[in-house]
């Protein structure tokens, strides 16, 4: 219920934050309304506006806003919210077009004033930011080309829209309107340059050091980082961060990995790597002494935020990381709540961490259930195929529904 | 399930967001949500002067204008002059 509420909250601030710039216009001396149509086209112009300035906030990583939500729900609203803002933008023109034709003139650059054409300018800005975010792949574009022409373009869409209201005039005349509106668009360019100026100089001076660099089973690295000249990060089990390994903080390009370290252990951190794609496929080639930089920690994937009489773990493959965190944790804690772990792999030698899960067996109230989907061992007694229904109910116990669940691994799981 | 909640959120949001710009769009349209008020109506001054040509009323009669209207016209737009206003002829 608390984070419902505090999820509501930061949606209501959310819309307070959008609609106040606009509703500002309306103190003090105010310009008449030129017939609902009209306005209401001018309003979702500015709204939009509101919009779009927000989102450097949203993907700026602030925990206070990824707290109630999870980062990766923020992430996918931003996505969403963006498509919504377009949507607004569009019908901006569109319904002054409709309702006004003879503003069809305010489209042609070579007669139209200044501000329309900055107004269609900063349209078109915003509308190749959406496309290529929806179609980067299939446009061909490098990540790190689009991550930097996104943040350009967006910073241009913000920049052509505000010289349009302000060239307009209609609503922001006076020090005050045309302030504020100003002062908003500096605001949204200062968080854009603390996420990608301030920050990564922060992470700068709080740099990592790999100290070891261990194989495990399952085609899985564990890197041991060492923090260098500082004390380390503090995390929750279950966390995960942005590393960028043997590059700079400024660099574009990032990678997320969950710790997989026991979170009361100070100081060294340990992130566990599958070789899967072009990167992290060359992961096992990075040497000791190499310099990392980590964003984080982030994620709500912790048993720290939901407590629990009991846990039940359900893994695959590289999944199993965050649960290695979370079970160390909970061994070095001396936590005795009941375990239950599904681990699936694709076969018994490519069980990742399999030495350490028993281990731990012998520290904690765990039961782990091994599953094989491809290969398995002569005279295997353990469960096979895919995890199903049947297969979790033969092994939850009688008060599952008092248990928390975690999840991890990949889609066709 | 979460990129649905997310998309839910998103969908709550365009929605508040499109009724507040509505809500603002019909306070700077006071003609669509008050009645004509017919007695006030009775008592409005005629035009005097033929409308051909000067169907934009504020370009002479707007805050601006070189015989602005007064005060408490203020935010109703061309179209609703001619809702008390009419020609003498």
Not at chain 1, 96 to 116: D, G, V
């Amino acid at each position: 219920m608390k984070h419902f509420l505090y999820g509501a909250f930061w949606i209501g601030i959310y819309i307070v934050l959008i609609m106040t710039p606009l509703f500002v216009l309306l103190i003090g001396q105010t310009a008449p309304g030129r017939g609902f149509w009209r306005e209401l086209s001018v309003g979702l112009g500015f709204t939009s506006l509101s919009m779009i300035g927000m989102q450097f906030f949203l993907t700026g990583r602030f925990r206070y806003i990824t707290a109630p939500y999870g980062i990766d729900v923020i992430y996918h609203f931003h996505r969403q919210i963006s498509i919504v803002a377009f949507l607004f933008i569009v019908l901006h023109p569109l319904i002054l077009l409709i309702s006004t034709p003879r503003t069809m003139t305010l489209l042609n650059p070579i007669i139209a004033p200044w501000w329309a054409t900055a107004g269609v300018a900063g349209l078109a800005a915003f509308a190749i930011v959406i496309i290529t975010s929806l179609k980067r792949i299939p446009l061909g574009i490098r990540y790190e080309t689009w991550r930097l022409s996104h943040a350009l373009l967006s910073v241009a869409a913000v920049a052509f829209s505000m010289a349009h209201i302000l060239g307009v005039g209609y609503y922001t005349q006076g020090p005050l309107k045309r302030g504020l509106w100003i002062g908003l668009a500096l605001f949204w360019i200062i968080a854009l340059v603390y996420i990608r100026v301030a920050k990564p100089i922060i992470m700068l001076k709080h740099p990592y050091t790999v100290e070891r660099v261990v194989r495990e089973r399952g085609d899985t690295w564990s890197l041991i980082l060492k923090p260098d000249g500082h004390e380390g990060m503090r995390f929750q089990p279950g966390q995960f961060v942005w590393a960028k390994i043997g590059k700079s903080p400024f660099a574009l390009r990032e990678h997320p990995f969950s710790f997989s370290s026991s979170a009361m252990r100070e100081g060294v951190l340990e992130i566990s790597i599958k070789e899967l794609g072009d990167f992290t496929s060359q992961i096992g080639d990075v040497a000791p002494g190499t310099r990392v930089y980590l964003d984080g920690p982030h994620g709500l994937f912790t048993v720290d935020r939901y407590k629990a009489d009991g846990y039940v773990f359900i893994a695959a493959g590289v999944g199993i990381t965050p649960i290695m965190s979370i079970l160390r944790t909970l061994a070095d804690r001396r936590d005795q709540r009941p375990l239950l772990l599904f681990y699936s792999s694709r076969g018994w030698e490519e069980v990742t961490f399999r030495d350490e899960l028993k281990a731990l067996e012998a520290h904690l109230d765990l039961q782990t259930v091994h599953i094989l989907t491809r290969e398995s061992p002569e005279g295997w007694e353990g469960e096979r195929g895919r995890i199903n229904p049947e297969m979790l109910a033969r092994y939850l116990p009688a008060d599952r529904v008092d248990y928390e669940y975690f999840v991890c691994g990949p889609e066709p799981m | 399930m979460r990129e649905l909640y997310s998309t839910q959120l998103a969908g709550i949001s365009g929605i508040l967001i499109v009724g507040i710009t509505l809500l603002f769009a019909l306070i700077q349209s006071p003609e669509i949500v008050s009645a004509p008020e017919s007695a006030l109506a009775k008592d409005a001054q005629p035009i005097a002067h033929p409308l051909e040509g000067y169907e934009g009323c504020h370009g002479c009669h707007g805050l601006k204008g070189k015989m602005p209207y007064p005060l408490k016209h203020l935010g109703w737009s061309n179209t609703s002059c001619m809702r008390c206003h009419s020609p003498t002829s």
